[in-house]
């Protein structure tokens, strides 16, 4: 069964600073993997995804590897601002058309002015 | 950007009510899923719908659960005699690859 471990729970930084956010999985086999971001008491805004074949995907100031046969992947935030305050969830994808996403329980983030 | 749409945004019920939560999925969205959130816990997968028909669900949807596409747009998800521990964020989502969420129903039920 796919676990997704998301570690620290939380994470509070200056603004201004570049940081990593970790995502691992404990089964390799996946299709993608996907980032999202949870405002309070919100949905879930799609960030990136990334096909298993892919390294990386960029996009503005958010970068998201994946090493699959690690079973890891990194969401990295360049010079953070207080609106990326919020919680970030990593979410992997099975083989199969029709697969679910498994989730992780999230890093919430908190950027100090 | 197209968006999934979920009504209501709250719902609040009492223990053995119904309950219908509804989405408007991305019209041309072939995959519907519904997932929930309980209070400080993980999204959990619930159901997904391919095709008119349930593809795969989870051990949280028991007989109590119950998904319909009715017409072309709309996706409803209803919980026939609601319990306490229903209570959760709702969410519909829909995706061609990358999967696209609603903003969400928050169920209270008392």
């Known amino acids: 069964k796919q676990e997704v471990t998301q570690i620290p729970a939380a994470l509070s930084v200056p603004e201004g600073e570049n940081l990593v956010l970790n995502c691992s999985f404990t089964d390799s086999a996946i299709y993608n993997l996907q980032w999202f971001r949870q405002d309070p008491g919100k949905g879930l805004t799609s960030l990136l995804l990334?096909?298993?074949?892919?390294r990386e995907q960029t996009s503005g100031r958010l970068n998201a590897s994946l090493d699959k046969s690690s079973g890891r992947s990194t969401l990295y935030i360049a010079a953070s601002q207080p609106g990326d305050s919020a919680t970030y969830l990593c979410a992997v994808r099975p083989g199969g058309a029709n697969s679910k996403l498994t989730f992780g329980k999230g890093i919430t983030l908190s950027v100090r002015p | 950007e197209p968006e999934v749409t979920q009504t209501p945004s709250h719902q609040v019920t009492q223990m053995g009510q119904e309950v219908i939560l509804r989405c408007v999925p991305i019209?041309?969205?072939?995959?519907f899923y519904w997932y929930r959130q309980i209070l400080g816990q993980k999204v959990e997968f619930l159901v997904s719908?391919?095709?008119?028909?349930?593809?795969?669900k989870s051990e949280i949807f028991d007989d109590q659960f119950s998904v319909e596409r009715p017409d072309g747009s709309n996706f409803t998800l209803k919980i026939r005699s609601t319990k306490l521990e229903d209570s959760a964020m709702y969410f519909c989502?829909?995706?061609?690859?990358?999967?696209?969420f609603g903003s969400g129903t928050q169920l209270s039920v008392l």
């Open positions: 990334i096909q298993s074949s892919q």
């Open positions: 989502a829909s995706r061609e690859e990358k999967l696209f």
């Open positions: 019209s041309n969205h072939l995959y």
């Open positions: 719908f391919y095709n008119n028909e349930i593809s795969e």
